[in-house]
């Protein structure tokens, strides 16, 4: 089930990215729907489940942009073992605990894509640290409005909310 | 808030860690494809085809959605263009008629001045305002009267011929006795063998000839004139065509005539201003 929920959430934010990049060919620069579904699906603290879905995510996002292949594949599952890691100690709930998550989930991933393009590319991103806290701003606040929604109209909360027991 | 650490797995890091480093091989890879042209490696084409659905859906709904907005406008568009139009048409089919009307009203008082030309006698032009050619007593009304010099008696007619003269007149008015009327009498002459005899309507859409004797050379198509010999109309004017020519019952035939004037259809008139006899000269005439 959480399997399915997470593919169901796959494909909107996939739908998103097509959207935005078919109306708005610019507004991904300042958002990044991936990382919120990520963030969520980690919140659970399932690190198994969490890499799982960062790459499978990640190279979804590879395929639809212009990116090396694995490039956000790489960032977002080290963002999603980040999260998970944290949740599995620490048990985080509540809008304001999912922003901080998407906070520093956005943060690492942008510093991930900067380091690895940085050593593969040999190449510098423009403008990085600008478009960093524009990203991580807009992503934090639509994020944590999906997480107000689902919470409180379909009495969502993240994926495997409850900790499993050690082992996979 | 703290967890004990047993709850903690520790192989998910060392598959995160394989995982890293697979997708590090993978970015290597891809980075190095880059430079000799290939910029899709076969996984990359395989993740692509696998959510392909997406994008295409989303793309379809984008165009449909944007179609059906433009085929929307563009049908409101049309809407307005269509109801401009049909003013537009309305419109042009008003002055159009109008200029038909126009036109006709030329073409007929252009006949009608032309007609006038060739007569010697002064004459007014005037418009019909009333025409009653129901009843038996067949008469119309004109647009003028006195005030235009238009007299008793003063002979009406139109391109065509003969129509009838005018009986009553006010000041701006007057009233003329048609042709075809039942108390109508008018000094008529055959074309072809100049024999005269008596035009008299017949009261209804007719007339019929009086006082042409029985051996008299009448045919039917035969033109009928004004014979000028009543005081009232001039001579020569055209009244119609004999349509049957019977002997009768005693010295004189029975000849049914057609009126060369379409009293049904007379929007226009000249009135001629004939020289009036004196009324000392009719009291002892024959």
Redesign the interface.
């Known amino acids: 089930m959480r399997w399915l929920r997470f593919l169901v959430g796959l494909?909107i934010a996939?739908?998103l990215h097509?959207?935005l990049d078919?109306?708005f060919p610019n507004a991904l620069a300042f958002f990044n729907p991936y990382v919120i579904l990520i963030v969520y699906y980690s919140m659970g603290g399932n690190?198994?489940g969490a890499?799982v879905a960062g790459?499978i995510a990640?190279?979804?996002q590879?395929?639809?942009s212009g990116a090396?292949?694995?490039?956000h594949?790489?960032a977002l599952?080290?963002c999603a073992?980040a999260v998970a890691?944290i949740n599995?100690?620490?048990?985080l709930r509540g809008t304001l605990a999912f922003g901080a998550c998407l906070v520093g989930a956005v943060i690492v991933n942008e510093l991930v894509i900067y380091v690895?393009v940085n050593i593969?590319?040999k190449q510098k991103i423009e403008m990085f640290e600008q478009g960093m806290v524009v990203k991580t701003i807009f992503t934090c606040l639509f994020g944590m409005l999906v997480y107000q929604l689902l919470t409180l109209f379909l009495r969502e909360e993240p994926i495997e909310a409850t900790?499993r027991?050690?082992?996979? | 808030m703290a967890v004990s650490a047993d709850v903690v797995p520790r192989r998910p890091t060392l598959l995160f860690i394989v995982v890293l480093g697979l997708l590090f091989i993978l970015m290597s890879l891809s980075s190095r494809t880059r430079y000799i042209g290939e910029t899709r490696t076969m996984f990359e084409r395989t993740v692509m085809t696998l959510f392909s659905p997406v994008p295409k859906l989303v793309n379809w709904l984008g165009q449909s959605a944007s179609d059906g907005y433009h085929g929307y406008l563009d049908m409101r568009h049309a809407v307005n263009e269509n109801l401009e139009l049909h003013r537009k048409v309305a419109q042009l089919t008003t002055e159009n008629l109008q200029l038909r009307q126009s036109e006709g009203d030329l073409k007929r008082l252009r006949a009608l001045m032309d007609y006038s030309e060739q007569l010697s006698t002064p004459s007014t032009l005037a418009h019909v305002l009333m025409l009653d050619t129901s009843g038996r007593f067949k008469s119309m009304v004109l647009d003028r009267g006195s005030a235009a010099g238009i007299d008793v008696n003063d002979a009406v007619v139109n391109a065509s011929g003969l129509i009838g003269r005018v009986v009553l007149t006010t000041k701006d008015m007057s009233k003329v006795q048609l042709v075809t009327d039942g108390n109508s009498a008018v000094g008529v002459l055959l074309e072809r063998t100049r024999r005269q005899g008596v035009l008299r309507g017949d009261g209804g859409s007719g007339a019929q000839l009086y006082d042409i004797p029985s051996l008299a050379d009448v045919a039917p198509g035969d033109a009928v004139l004004t014979a000028g010999i009543d005081g009232i109309y001039p001579k020569g004017i055209p009244v119609g065509n004999v349509v049957k020519a019977d002997k009768g019952a005693d010295l004189f035939k029975s000849i049914v005539m057609k009126p060369s004037v379409d009293f049904g259809s007379i929007e226009e008139v000249i009135v001629l201003h004939t020289r009036k006899i004196p009324h000392d000269v009719v009291r002892y005439a024959p």
Not at chain 1, 165 to 168: C, D, E, H, L, S
Request: charged fraction near 10%.
């Open positions: 494909l996939l739908t097509s959207l078919s109306f690190i198994f890499i790459v990640g190279l979804v590879d395929a639809y090396i292949f694995g490039l594949a790489f599952t080290v073992y890691y599995s100690r620490l048990v690895l593969l590319l900790r027991p050690a082992g996979w």
